[in-house]
């Protein structure tokens, strides 16, 4: 746990050390006849939606999770995009309770649709293990 917390304050760290020194970098710097089409926004906020599933192996079988837009750095080209987000999300461990968690990781999107794969951290017991998932989402 103080490794995953130690890796997302680094990660917001990054970002926004990154989007200051990209708040300055305007279209009037390129020269006309370039053209650029792969634009970075870094620490955008949107409103997406998703469902992942993955297995934990501490507890010995499959989890669903809800996770929603967080933070991140996203790359546009066209109407493809790829970010790499922090996902607040719903743990729904079938058999358990509904428990909060947070996730990390990339997302691939086309207009509107998603495919993320956000990796979650569990401890049981004292053991710990990562939940790689993978699952499709909505972008508002």
Known sequence: M??????????????????KGFAQVGHSQIAPNQDSTVTLTPLILTGQVGVSYGYNPLAGQGA???HFGGPGLTWKYGDWSLSLNVSPSLRLQFGDVVRPTMGFGPTLGYNRWLLAAPIYFDAINGKTAYIPTIGVGYRF
């Open 2 to 19: 103080r490794v995953l917390r130690h890796f997302l304050f680094i990660t917001f760290l990054v970002c926004a050390i990154w989007k």
């Open 64 to 66: 669903l999770f809800a």
